[in-house]
């Protein structure tokens, strides 16, 4: 089961900075719930570092935890979206799973956070 407590983070080297950062993984793999059968996708990785920015291994072993995960395509984007965002509350933060070709079909799955706003009293 993929685990959040497995994302590790260290320093923004510039937070006075707005820069983008984006990682790839080319070796996205999960389980269909319905039929068992494998899901392989690239899952890239596009933020806005705040205070924090992900450690590479510890993505690596968090994306390799959904390995035998049974789970939808649209549930997988929004949970690494999900589990991201709170580890590293980042300025922004998307996620664009392409999940390979099954059945005569590719999807594309594309899933935004939203940083809490902050009260302005």
């Not at 983070?9 to 937070?15: K, L, R």
Request: glycine share 4%; hydrophobic share 35%; charged share 25%.
């Amino acid at each position: 089961m993929s685990d959040p407590k497995l994302l590790q983070s260290f320093p923004n080297p510039a937070p006075h900075r707005d820069y983008v950062i984006e990682h790839t993984h080319h070796e996205f793999t999960s389980v269909c719930p319905m039929t068992g059968h494998p899901d392989f996708a690239e899952i890239t990785v596009r933020y806005v570092a705040d205070r924090k920015c992900v450690e590479l291994k510890s993505l690596k072993l968090y994306f390799h935890a959904f390995r035998n995960e049974g789970i939808f395509f649209e549930a997988a984007t929004n949970k690494i979206c999900d589990d991201l965002g709170k580890a590293l509350a980042p300025r922004s933060l998307t996620i664009i799973a392409d999940w390979k070709a099954r059945g005569g079909f590719t999807s594309r799955i594309t899933a935004e956070y939203r940083p809490a706003r902050k009260s302005r009293r």
